[in-house]
């Protein structure tokens, strides 16, 4: 089973996509849905797929969930619930019930203070979140990882995994920094990370030799069984193609069948608990 661990759908006419009003996202704003994955799936063999928030709302992740009820090969679904509101715990709650909730991801990347994370009226959704068993997405930047350390290191038994590889800022050549914090993470923490959005942090026109130092450099510090590939499609779209991406992960993760078979699908369905 191949799982793409990381892709959206939306409708830009609910309104509740701010980011999707800079002038960068303007090629995205249309109507998005399976249907227009399905020939990404196909090119691809991909079998199954995470659906991932993109608003942070809560109707938007009712939204998403049923798509998902619809739709044989979205597996599971990562929403969203307003960290700053406790009484958002009801909604938690009652979300987990779904049979493909699994899990929510806050939008850290967009929030003004990187030590957000830590602040004390947002902990009791964490704890919530292990008590539930229900997955964390990492959401941010390298001025995040830092941060994120802390709050892995204070919560080991929380089902983590970072998004996007904590987008490095490949089109300037960042590498050393971003690589020894992520190293850190990897060795000192259990969290796990996709192997999701390097595309779209570098320069257009980019060849697989640019993202390549990038990509190995997570596989080998966390480890097949911690890494999942994931396409970020449609955001993808903005700086590469499906297959472009998937044909630049295949080589990056290389020929051993162990490794690829865990990092195209074995470790996400262990994740994310896809059977």
């Known amino acids: 089973m191949k799982i793409d661990s990381h892709q959206h759908f939306w409708n ?3 309104g509740d996509y701010g980011w999707m009003m800079s002038e960068g996202a303007k090629p995205l704003r249309k ?3 399976p249907k227009d994955m399905v020939p990404h799936l196909k090119a691809c063999g991909i079998d199954r797929t995470v659906l991932v928030q993109a608003a942070p709302t809560v109707v938007e992740t009712e939204y998403m969930l049923g798509i998902a009820d619809s739709t044989d090969f979205i597996a599971k679904v990562v929403g969203w619930v307003d960290f ?3 009484d958002d715990l009801k909604q938690l709650e009652r979300l987990a019930k779904h049979p493909k909730l699994a899990g929510v991801r806050p939008m850290i990347q967009d929030l003004p203070d990187a030590e957000w994370m830590h602040r004390k009226d947002v902990q009791w959704a964490f704890d919530a979140l292990i008590d539930l068993d229900l997955t964390f997405d990492a ?6 990882l830092d941060p994120f350390q802390r709050l892995f290191d204070k ?5 983590t995994v970072i998004d996007h590889c904590m987008k490095p800022v490949i089109r300037e050549a960042r590498f050393d920094d971003w690589a020894k914090r992520m190293a850190q993470i990897a ?6 990370c996709k192997l999701s959005g390097l595309a779209t942090e570098a320069k257009p026109g980019w060849q697989q030799d640019t993202l390549k ?3 190995r450099h997570v596989v080998e510090s966390f480890g097949a069984d911690r890494v999942m590939w994931g396409s970020d499609w449609p955001v993808l779209d903005l700086n590469g193609t499906y297959k472009s991406w998937h044909d630049a992960a295949q080589a990056y993760v290389g020929s051993d069948k162990a490794v690829s078979d865990a990092i195209f699908g074995g470790t996400a369905a262990k994740f994310y608990r896809i059977k």
């Open 187 to 192: 060795r000192t923490t259990p969290v796990f």
């Open 31 to 33: 109507l998005i849905m």
């Open 12 to 14: 830009p006419a609910r």
């Open 84 to 86: 700053e509101n406790r």
């Open 139 to 144: 959401l941010g930047y390298p001025i995040h």
């Open 213 to 215: 130092p990038y990509a």
């Open 155 to 159: 919560r080991p038994k929380m089902r």
